[in-house]
């Protein structure tokens, strides 16, 4: 549980998304059949074991809760939250007056639920932004370390991002799973669950699941107080995401293989689970078709340039997701490049300079001393290029960019050595899923809530609307986590 070795993560990752695949549209013979018998019995199941399901087990565990067990279907824990880039939007009364930002929860809830065209849940939303200061003073007395100066994470809107001092959303994991081994939280990898058991059909309280373990051996499971569901939403699995949007078939992913398959919706639904938003699905710069290494360069948008295949810029690189989105996969090829200087590489975090390092080996990423040598290797037009930063740096100097990227996001591209890598587009991030109240207990298609069930995190729909703020992600999971594990000891 403790060894977090990058290279064996990622490949034990590829090794188990083909046996995990195929189960995901495997209807069980009979879904609301109960149990002949339970092999145990638990206070509390949670079904994940990223960030969300961690955040569940260890506050319910702080607050009183006893006998908890995570059930993670990979060999490792972590999730997609272990790789994410890990910026946690925030209120910060301590880091962003000092820099001199004012801000608010309710400005925050305000911007969420516009860069979600008003499709977010309001009372969702606001719970969140409420809370979500005290969560990440909760990570930090756990031992999370945070950078001193928050920013606007690509995609963010407002400066309010925090990034973890180490390396990307791992810290959270490491810290999260050591409070498990302090507080006797039972984590079980390679037990996929398979079924969620209710009394009655679209009746009565959840009572457990069943899931198979290592060998295919099955087990079911009571929870006496609670089944929590944090699985993670479905942006691995073409198939799934192709049913509700058909333009994502084929596209990469920056997810990992086999962890975002959605494997959780479908029973869910079986008990009478409402769903929400499965069409809102969100995408972020990653590998161009017929890449495989993806180029974090994009992160902070106050050092960043993109520019197509003609060498031009063609977005604010500060505009919400689906705007870059939607810019990138309508140039030539569906790619572009992103370009930072020295001083955009100085606040990269380590696993992000680790892939771009990777990628000079690829050739998907270069680096030079000069903006011309660098367009060289690009296999662009040197002359373009140069003119495209130097009036860049001239809307810098003005604090007046041409495409309205705001003034406090401006900074020059001028320090060598300059990088760049591709930017084509990946699925990212599914804003749909299972519909839940402010107390993330999963409500059915009357509106009503399914009794001892709980969803929190990227299996559930209804925060974010139809576009994803960078680094409400990582908000998102870590509050209502918290705030779910305190109601399920007061519960209990």
Partial sequence: MSNFNRRTFLSSAAAASAALAAPVFAAPENPCQQPKK???????VVVGSGGAGLAVAVSAAQNGLKDI???????????NTMISGGAFNTVDSKRQPKQKIKDSPELHAEQTLKGGDGRGNPDLVRKMTANSEAALNWLEEMGVEFKPN???VYGALYPRSHDAVHALGSDYIKVLSAQCEKLGIKILTQSHVTRVVREQPLSGKVLGVEFTDADGKPHAWKAKVAVVVCAGGFGANPKMRAKYDPR??????TNLPGVSMGDMIAPMCDIGADTVGMDHIQCNPGCPPGRKQRIVLHMHVERLLMVGPDAKRFVAEDQRRDVIRDAILNLPGQTGYSIIDADGYAVLNPGHVAGLKKGLETGDAWTANSIEELAQKMKLDPKALKATVDKYNAGVDKKMDEFGKNPRNLNRIQKPPFWAGFSGMSVHHTMGGVRINTDCQVLDRYDQVIPN????????????GSNRLGGNAICDIFTFGRLTGMLLAKKA
């Fill in 150 to 152: 928050v920013y606007q």
């Fill in 453 to 464: 069930l709980y969803a929190v995190g990227e299996v559930t729909g209804g925060i974010h």
């Fill in 248 to 253: 994502m078939l084929n596209l990469t992913t």
């Fill in 38 to 44: 339970w092999d145990a019995e638990h206070n509390l």
């Fill in 69 to 79: 067990v995570v059930l993670e279907k990979m060999p490792f824990i972590g999730g």
